[in-house]
Each structure stands twice: as structure tokens, then as C-alpha cells.
């Protein structure tokens, strides 16, 4: 065959694939293995690279505005929650989680303050919360919660009417709380598998009825937020990793003229100083 026959074979094979793929035709059971032509991407739909950016850039201007710095993100949840009720034993009553992540865990107690902008500040900051809900202070308005729920904040049993739990048997303790996770369970569309006792205050008969009820935990505190500050527990007066810290829904009437999301962003700025970041309660137990 002559150089000039090889180079027409040559430009015709050229052309004849040009076509077939042009034209979509020519595919064979082996086609699926070809490069597919790139694709430019949808107008729509940004690269990821290009996200991250306008994320932070998002994330640092709505933590700027409540005067904060955005938190690292936390480390993944644990394979194994350090915290566990086994089948038998008695409900574990915890103030802090076994960990070394330098994380800590928020909870919000009661429920009587329904700001809107908390529920605002929550969806632009996104830091994660668990809500201790009591009846008493939520019935006015239990649909104020749900925008909170919705981000994936936990919901967590408080009791019905806020008693002083010493001083109830065991089968008024365990109305308290076992109508708590009904109702619970009823508005916000799950059982709350975490209480804490009001006023912390908690005996062998709260312990007996909450794991009749369900509970997998009762739940204390190490710190607790006040207007400005934090009380601790512990004489050194820092936060420790794994630290449980208690807050409440609670307005200018309660702080002294103070709103609930200064009262929270101060505490996010107690936490972030001490090189805290927040992670989620029921990701550990």
C-alpha cells in the first residue's frame, strides 16, 4: 500500500468518527468505558471550590454582626458515644462528657422567653443547642420551637410543671416526666431520649421513672451562664473539654434589661476566648 492510500485510510477514519460523534450515533456495548466530552458546567450550580469561599464569607459576616469570630467546626462525632445507657442499669446522670475534643455542649432550659431574633441569631450562626422544654412555659406557643428543631437543635425533657423532684414520690416524678416526653413527642414529632430535673435536683426515684419513661440520660451542668459571666463549678473557674453548659430561655425582665441573644453571644464569646468550640449533645450520648 503507498504512503498516499495510508494517509486517504487515515482522514477518512478521522472524518467518519468526527461525525458519529457529532451526530450521537455509533455507540457499542463498550461506549459507556469512553471520556465523555466535557461538559460545561450548569449555570446553576458552582463548582465546590467556589462555594467554600461564599460560605465563609457568609458565615464571618453573620458572626460579625452579633460581634463574634465563627467557630471551628467540630470533630466528627464520635464512632462510639461515650455516654450509654446499657439494657438493665440505671439511667446514667452526667454534668460533663468523656472526652479530650475541646468542645463543649449548650443547653437551653425551660422555655418561658420566645424572642424572635434568638431564632434568627440561631439560623445564621448555626450553633448547635439542646432545648430542656417544659409544658408550663412552652404551651402559650409551642410552634415558636419548631423553626429552632428544624435546624437540628435537640429537644429534651424539663417536666411538665417544673417541680422541685425531691420532694414527689416516684409515681408523681414519673408523671412529670413521662407526660413531658408525650407531649413532647406529640408537637415536636420525636421522644426525647435526654431529661434534666429541675432546679437539678434529682433522687433514686428520679432515676427509677425516667428510665420508665425512656431516658437514656439525666442531664446536669458544669457551668451556667448568667447576663455576662459564667458560673463554674470547678475551683479553677475554666471550661474543661466535654463541659455541659446551662443557659435558659430568659428576656430583658430576668437580665436586667439584657436580651437573651446578648446574654448568648456573650457566653459564645466566653467559650470561643478559652479556645472552645460547640459541638452537638446528642452526637455523644
Same mark, same amino acid.
Given at each position: ?23 450521537? /450515533? ?41 460581634? =463574634? ?7 466528627? !462525632? ?13 439511667? !446514667? ?39 430542656? =422544654? ?29 417541680? $422541685?423532684? #425531691? ?10 416526666? /413521662? ?14 431520649? =435526654?431529661? #434534666? ?5 434529682? $433522687? ?8 420508665? /419513661? ?19 463549678? #470547678? ?30 453571644? $456573650?457566653? =459564645? #464569646? ?16
Amino acid at each position: 500500500m503507498t504512503l498516499g492510500v495510508d494517509k486517504k485510510i487515515v482522514t477518512w477514519a478521522a472524518l467518519t468518527a468526527a461525525a458519529l460523534l457529532i451526530s450521537g /450515533c455509533g455507540g457499542t456495548a463498550g461506549a459507556d468505558t469512553a471520556t465523555a466530552p466535557t461538559r460545561p458546567a450548569s449555570p446553576t450550580t458552582a463548582p465546590a471550590e467556589a462555594k467554600a469561599p461564599d460560605q465563609a464569607a457568609q458565615a464571618s459576616a453573620a458572626y460579625k454582626k452579633w460581634g =463574634l469570630k465563627p467557630f471551628a467546626a467540630p470533630p466528627a !462525632p464520635p464512632r462510639t458515644k461515650p455516654v450509654t445507657r446499657k439494657p438493665g442499669e440505671p439511667v !446514667p446522670v452526667i454534668s460533663d462528657i468523656p472526652t479530650e475534643d475541646k468542645v463543649v455542649f449548650i443547653t437551653i432550659d425551660d422555655g418561658a422567653e420566645k424572642d424572635p431574633e434568638f431564632v434568627k441569631m440561631m439560623e445564621e450562626l448555626k450553633v448547635p443547642v439542646t432545648m430542656f =422544654l417544659t409544658d408550663s412555659a412552652i404551651r402559650t406557643d409551642y410552634g415558636y420551637f419548631k423553626p429552632l428543631t428544624a435546624l437540628g437543635n435537640g429537644v429534651a425533657n424539663h417536666t411538665l410543671t417544673h417541680p $422541685n423532684l #425531691r420532694t414527689l414520690g416516684r409515681s408523681a416524678q414519673q408523671h412529670e416526666i /413521662c407526660g413531658q416526653q408525650t407531649k413532647l413527642e406529640k408537637e415536636y414529632g420525636t421522644t426525647p431520649r =435526654l431529661f #434534666r430535673p429541675p432546679y437539678g435536683n434529682w $433522687n433514686e426515684d428520679t432515676r427509677a421513672a425516667a428510665g420508665a /419513661c425512656g431516658v437514656d440520660a439525666i442531664v446536669l451542668w458544669r457551668e451556667s451562664m448568667q447576663i455576662k459571666n459564667m458560673q463554674y463549678q #470547678r475551683g479553677d473557674k475554666k471550661l474543661h473539654p466535654g463541659d455541659i453548659i446551662l443557659a435558659h430561655f430568659r428576656g430583658p425582665a430576668e437580665l436586667k434589661g439584657t436580651t437573651m441573644t446578648r446574654m448568648t453571644a $456573650n457566653m =459564645l #464569646r466566653h467559650i470561643q476566648e478559652q479556645g472552645f468550640t460547640v459541638a452537638r449533645l446528642e452526637d455523644y450520648v
